[in-house]
Every structure is written in C-alpha cells, then in structure tokens.
C-alpha cells in the first residue's frame, strides 16, 4: 500500500498521560497536513508542513499539541496532558506541490481519553 | 477564512434514484473543491472534486456543479446503490493560503435496498 499510514489505528489512555501519533505521507508528497475530526463533523485543519517546516498552525492547536516533520518525511503529533475533549480521529493527510495540491487521507488515529 | 455549509446533513434515498447534495462557501478567491466519501471507520477518500475554472464534471454515475456566481457547488449520484451509503464531505480551498482546506459537515447518505 503506497498511501498515506498512521500509527497507532487506535489509542485508549488516561487523563493527563501523553500520547503520540505518527504519520508516513505517500513519499512524493511534500506537505502534510493533521486533522481533528469528531463525530458527525468534517475533518478541522490543526497544522501544515512543508518539507520540514511547519508553515501554519490552527488556533484550535492548543501548547499541549505539538507536530514536528525533522526528516520531511513522516511526522509526529504529540498530545501532553491529555484531557477528555482531546477524544477524537486524528487524520493526517498528504499532497503534492502544486497549485491543487489534492490531499490524500491516512487511516486515522482514534484517540480515546479516559 | 473561508466557511463552507453543507446539507442536507442526511439522506435517505431508494437504490436506483439519485442523491444530492449542495455545499455552499463564502471566500469568493476559492478554486478547487474536493468531494470525500467515508465509510464508517474508514479514512476519507477523494471521489471526484472541479476546479474553479470547471463548470461540471462527471465520473461515470458521480457529477459535480460548480455556480462560482452563488459561490455554491452540488455532488449528484445517480441510480444509487448500497454501498455508495457512507458519510460525504465536501471542501473548498484558498489559492493564497496553502493550508487552508475547510470541510463541510457532512452528509450522512443511506441508500435503502
């Protein structure tokens, strides 16, 4: 399977525990994208990389969230101190260079917070 | 930023007749507008999407409609089946602001055998 991966598929932690999620983009894509999507509602833009530079960052990502793509291949998202509204997919996506820049999602992470 | 609003936010149709669903979006400066499907626990995928400058474009049983003048676009799937019951997204996208794609709700779509 040449598109997007994430990993874990599933994550079930604690309050206050932190967790992260890992990312490996269809390898000719430059940018990569990290998405929240809770139940019943489309995916809500987090933050954006270029190679490995973060370029944007959403006011819905809090300091507990942090992303980081060192390589400009896979990337990370880290999640500190975990609370119970941090429950959600978290969908990653990835795209070329271009004026279209078509984004290809991966599978999702399920993050459960107990 | 852009806002996009979608209904209906379910749809319920017979297999063999046909389903639409209509997004509208505020940024007149949006130029591509992807479609998604997703099954239940499944990722989004792209099934069909229509640049700026398109007026429709179809894929065998799926049609998209852009009205760039009521900055509003329309998913058509005709002779429905079961397995096209799943929840679809639609999108728009800024040209100047790279990142920004704003999805719509949703539409939850069963199509009853």
């Known amino acids: 399977d040449t598109g997007v991966s994430q990993n874990p598929r599933h994550k079930i932690t604690k309050r206050g525990q932190n967790v992260t999620f890992r990312c490996d983009p269809i390898?000719?894509?430059?940018?990569l994208y990290w998405y929240r999507q809770t139940l019943g509602q489309g995916p809500e833009f987090l933050t954006y990389?270029?190679?490995?530079?973060?370029?944007?960052k959403s006011r819905l990502l809090s300091d507990r969230f942090s992303a980081e793509r060192p390589k400009g291949s896979f990337s990370t998202l880290e999640i500190q101190r975990t609370e119970q509204g941090d429950s959600a997919m978290y969908l990653c996506?990835?795209?070329?260079?271009?004026?279209?820049?078509?984004?290809?999602f991966g599978p999702g992470t399920r993050l459960l917070v107990l | 930023g852009e806002n996009v609003e979608q209904h209906p936010s379910t749809l319920s149709v017979q297999e063999g007749d046909s389903a639409v669903i209509k997004c509208t979006y505020s940024d007149s400066a949006s130029n591509y507008f992807p479609w998604y499907k997703q099954e239940l626990g499944k990722r989004p995928q792209l099934i069909i999407d229509?640049?700026?400058?398109?007026g429709e474009k179809k894929d065998q049983r799926i049609a998209v409609t852009l009205n760039k003048t009521a900055k509003h676009f329309s998913l058509h799937i005709t002779e429905t089946q079961p397995e096209d019951s799943a929840v679809y997204f639609c999108?728009?996208?800024?040209?100047?602001?790279?990142?920004?794609?704003?999805f719509g709700a949703g539409t939850r779509l069963t199509v009853k055998p």
């Open positions: 996506a990835s795209s070329r260079t271009d004026t279209v820049g078509t984004q290809y």
């Open positions: 229509i640049r700026s400058n398109v």
């Open positions: 390898s000719e894509h430059n940018r």
């Open positions: 999108a728009a996208k800024e040209p100047h602001n790279n990142n920004d794609m704003r």
């Open positions: 990389f270029q190679n490995e530079a973060q370029l944007e």
